[in-house]
């Protein structure tokens, strides 16, 4: 499975991004999909998931700004991020994680929260 994030980029406080995941390779055998953040000298965590039923899972500051949802038939995930705040800026990362119990990360997209 690969998988890859686009999207990122600068964005004023107040704003809006959507990011975007696709996985290619053994897509049926995907059980979940999140996005993670990190911030230089923190530890990643987790933004929000969404399960291969569609079941839905935020965190934090995510819960209520941000949305996570699926297109199926372009295996891809977005997650919408309104009202964006500076304390948003991080390298947001995309997890894929199979009924396997194996996962793979995508290479991250930075988004940054700035006037």
């Known amino acids: 499975v690969q998988v890859v994030e686009s999207g990122g980029g600068l964005v004023q406080p107040g704003g809006s991004l959507r990011l975007s995941c696709t996985a290619s390779?053994?897509?049926?055998?995907?059980?979940?999909m999140s996005w993670y953040r990190q911030t230089p000298g923190k530890q990643r965590e987790l933004v929000a998931a969404?399960?291969?039923?569609?079941?839905?899972n935020y965190v934090g500051s995510a819960k209520g700004r941000f949305t996570i949802s699926r297109d199926k038939a372009k295996n891809t995930v977005y997650l919408q991020m309104n009202t964006l705040e500076p304390e948003d800026t991080a390298v947001y990362y995309c997890?894929?994680?199979?009924?396997?119990?194996?996962?793979?990360w995508g290479q991250g997209t930075q988004v940054t929260v700035s006037s």
């Open positions: 997890r894929a994680y199979l009924y396997s119990r194996y996962d793979y």
């Open positions: 390779g053994i897509v049926a055998s995907i059980y979940s």
């Open positions: 969404i399960t291969d039923d569609g079941d839905t």
